[in-house]
């Protein structure tokens, strides 16, 4: 079945954690189809069932890896229903998971050139996959055969790319003083990091609002004391909210969703 090609990477994100032996699992399934196959762990840490996060730890990391680099992606509180099983083709890559939208945020820096529902089961583990780790059955050996040289077309049954599911990143407000955004991830540190972007606050002096408090933005952690919050913008080229030496989620309580304002002067 397989092609001799060029061997691509695949880089993995799950939300499996590493207690268990999912993810190793999963490398085990690749290494029995090509024990050279480059695999980087992205994260396996994103929070269950938390397709909003996946989105965008791929969105944010997809640029940064080589040209032709198979993303596969495992979150997916769908297994077992009747969402679609995906490959998708991108000019800089490949995405192979579940058709939930996770993949939407690297769609849109990228767009899909073609993309095929995973029917061919000559390509799965088994047949008889579970209903459970699809992650396992169907994922990891597509993606193992797509890195392996097999084409995408040989993969299933061509879908249109309009009908891909899509979580598009909601649009901040803007006026001429000041932005309404919102909370679109919260990472290990307790960052918030928003959905305004940097060059929507370019050669503007910005603060944010919380609550009754204005608070200014800076260009880095050390720009304050510790404990204090500071707004800035992050390696992402989002705003962010951080504090130095602290976990802004904890102490300000807030959620992804919730709201963020930034005044411009």
């Known amino acids: 079945m397989m092609q ?11 939300d499996f954690g590493l207690e268990d032996g999912y993810v190793g699992i999963m490398k085990g399934v690749i290494a029995s189809i090509h ?13 269950p069932q938390q397709i909003w996060a996946a989105r965008f730890c791929l969105m ?38 579940p058709d939930n939208g996770l993949f939407s945020g690297i769609l849109e820096q990228d767009p899909a050139i073609k993309a095929v529902s995973l029917t061919n089961t000559d390509y799965w583990r088994d047949p008889d996959v579970s209903f459970t780790f699809h992650g396992r059955d169907i994922f990891a050996p597509v993606a193992a055969y797509l890195a392996s040289g097999v084409p995408l077309e ?33 990472d290990h540190f307790g960052n918030l990091i928003t959905n305004i972007s940097s060059d929507q606050v370019t050669d503007k002096n910005w603060s944010i609002k919380i609550d009754d408090k204005m608070i200014e933005s800076a260009l880095t952690y050390s720009d304050v004391a510790q404990g204090h919050i500071i707004p800035l ?33």
Do not use: M
């Open 233 to 265: 913008i992050g390696s992402h080229g989002w705003l962010e909210i951080a504090i130095n030496g602290g976990n802004a989620q904890e102490k300000l309580k807030l959620q992804w969703g919730d709201k963020i304002t930034v005044i411009l002067k």
């Open 60 to 97: 944010n990391a997809y640029p940064y890896f080589p040209k032709d680099t198979v993303f596969l992606a495992v979150v997916d509180p769908g297994v077992g229903s009747h969402r679609r099983s995906v490959a998708i083709e991108c000019s800089q890559g490949y995405l192979v998971g």
């Open 154 to 186: 040989a993969l299933g049954d061509s879908i249109p790319i309009s009908s891909l599911v899509n979580f598009p990143l909601a649009s901040p407000h803007i006026t001429e003083k000041k932005i309404e955004g919102s909370i679109q991830y919260i």
């Open 35 to 47: 024990p050279c196959i480059p695999i980087i762990d992205l994260t396996h840490n994103i929070a």
């Open 4 to 14: 001799q090609s060029k061997t691509k990477a695949i880089a993995l994100l799950t």
